[in-house]
């Protein structure tokens, strides 16, 4: 950190221009949160305890669901008392370990989401190799790295943000220590880390994406040569779940952080930010139970076992 940081503490401003209707998101935000953590839990137990589902896809959902749990630890539940509170204030420690864990797992979840897209590919594109070229070996590999770059790619971000000095304002207009809001209270030249932060951007959104539309263009190419009707609903069906996450997570994320920090509008980002950290998290255990007959069969084989309804004569 910077000798010339003054600054000791951020104050989070959230949505304090609300006013009283601030009781009314509270309400809303933890009846959501509640769902996010009892539906990613209910995936990846359900993952964990039925041998039909240990397989590389639900292998990396449940990396996915684990991963999109402790990403909204780490900030829903300070933004939820902060709606409560008139006090907003967090350390400038507190603040740093908050961007650096939120921005790890993040981009976890993009790279997850990457290696997602390639296991849809080996499963329908090569389907006599996939057992070798996606092995429980080259799974945790994949997982492994995902996690590791996540969080060396989250060290450089919050070195780049905090290396830079504090010594005026300290309202955060956002309610989490994000990148954007933090660095426009910098003193002096921001311009050469933000430049460095939207090339990271770009690597960390734009590439798996890319991998990911690749990946799709060659399933979408082998499903149309599918000859019966079923089996390409069958094929297809497989990758709905995946691609309906991808589109809402990707899209929402680069809208805020494939832009000029000049371009960053505190209330409509606030907007977007709030579908990225509480939607997507909320709609991915949701997608997969939904649309998946597998994880379906697996719930109701869960319930059926532990006798929450009476079984029929």
Known sequence: MANSTSVTEFLLLGFSSLGEFQLVLFVIFLSLYLIILSGNTTIISIIRLNPSLHTPMYFFLGVLSTSETFYT????????????????TLSFMSCAMQMFFFLGFAVTNCLILGAMGYDRYAAICQPLHYPILMCWRVCGQLAATCIVSGFLTSMVGTVLVFSLPFC??????????????????????????????????????????????????????????????????????????????????????????????????????????VTYTIITPLLSPMVYSLRNKDVQTAIQKMIGKAGIFPKTL
Not at 73 to 88: A, E, F, T
Not at 200 to 213: D, R
């Open 73 to 88: 630890i780490v900030i829903l539940p300070k933004m939820l008392i902060n709606l409560l509170s008139v006090l907003r």
């Open 168 to 273: 005026g304002p300290n309202k955060v207009d956002h309610y989490f220590c994000d990148i954007l809001p933090v660095i426009r209270l910098a003193c002096g030249d921001t311009h050469i880390n933000e430049l460095l932060i939207f090339i990271g951007g770009v690597l960390v959104l734009i590439v798996p994406l890319f991998f990911i539309c690749i990946s799709y263009g060659f399933i979408v190419r082998t499903i149309l040569r599918i000859p019966s009707a079923k089996g390409k609903r069958k094929a297809f069906s497989t990758c709905a779940s995946h691609l309906t996450v991808v589109i809402i997570h990707y899209g929402c994320a680069s809208f805020v952080y494939l832009r000029p920090s000049a371009r960053y509008t505190s209330d409509k980002d606030r907007l977007v930010t």
